[in-house]
């Protein structure tokens, strides 16, 4: 599956630049992922299984800047490579239809102890 | 009493008119008021209690901007208004010596249903 | 006139308290000021005269905590009063309705020397 | 060389799990290399160039979390592989003397049309 959610570049996301500051574009990516999980109604899901997502490796690549007002799209392909759950993540620009940024996260879920734990199976639908 | 503390203006902090962005000055107005908690040894008394430090009313005067690596003191000074919890705030920048910013800021107490809570006699070293 | 913008809370605005920290309050009533310039068409006006507006007195009053997801609406009133730029500023939650937050926003147009000026009769739309 | 800065962990940063958020470590690895370029009083030399230092690339390896207060420091390594400008850059808690995260951040200096430039002698300082 394919998730894809819109932002749009705010004034307090550009730096002294006056372009989207290179940390935001983690935001982006991070909220396109929460997005996922709320779609598809797995936020719950996690929070009832006391585990946590936590982010154990992220790879960017930045293409192109972002300016005020630039509509941003980000497209989150999820995939299993256990114990991992690793997100694509392509960053489009909507008014040129430019690629402007490609991420790799991969993340693991942990336990109250922060101990790795296998991905339950009522997270499957995600990959 | 009057607490301190001292922030070096930061790269990522500056906004595209090339100085710190005025949340960005809510921000060390915060973080010196966690500081002051945790000098006073009172972080784990709150966290003990159940009860939540909320903010309900800010107001912040802008008088100067910060540039970066400008180094900055806020000088924090809390004040009992049953049953608010006031911190009268002022920036100062350490290069120049002039006052950048000044807050006050109300906060309550609340419980897990976030009604408002007396202030403890134990936070009484606060004022 | 009044201008509204909408805003979804996003996760990586949740602070330790689990709800959007107070100082992200104040990035949704920027950004709703940037929308409204944008939508009036004033962002080239200001950029071209070669002022900047900056912010003088901001405050605001928290009323009720925003969570992840909650659906907000800023409605933002400009306001002339001479040399200030006022902005009387409104956060309502979608989802239940209610005010969760007001703000008043004092700002001054200045030259690149810092000093205020008037408001140009080309921004006279604004109020 | 090796550049070292210390920062602690503030309130404000803290997300929903009650740690870092993971988009702060990015953070505190740019401000390092804003205080390298400083230290070095290479900042004017690249402004008077007309040049800008844009990151392309970024690989950042999370190794533990990092919680209110901790005192982290960041030593960071430049290093030439023309046209790039590669930043080491490792972080370790002080309060533990473990290893947090590490990174590598890939920068090309680029002109006003955002077309990639050698490295000027000027620089060579750094590597």
Known sequence: MIHR??????GYELDS??????????????QARWELFRDLK???????SGLFLVVVDV?????????LFDEIEVATRPKRVDPYLIFEQKMVNLSTGL?????TIK???VDQQR???DIPET???LY
């Open 123 to 125: 997270l499957k639908e």
């Open 115 to 117: 101990m790795p734990q």
């Open 107 to 109: 993340t693991v879920l």
């Open 5 to 10: 959610a819109k932002y749009t570049a705010r």
């Open 42 to 48: 797995m936020l719950d899901l996690i929070y009832r």
């Open 59 to 67: 790879h960017i690549r930045y293409q192109r800047e972002i300016k």
């Open 99 to 103: 690629s402007v940024s490609r991420a």
């Open 17 to 30: 630049y006056g372009h989207v500051n290179n940390a935001v574009y983690l935001n982006y990516f991070e």
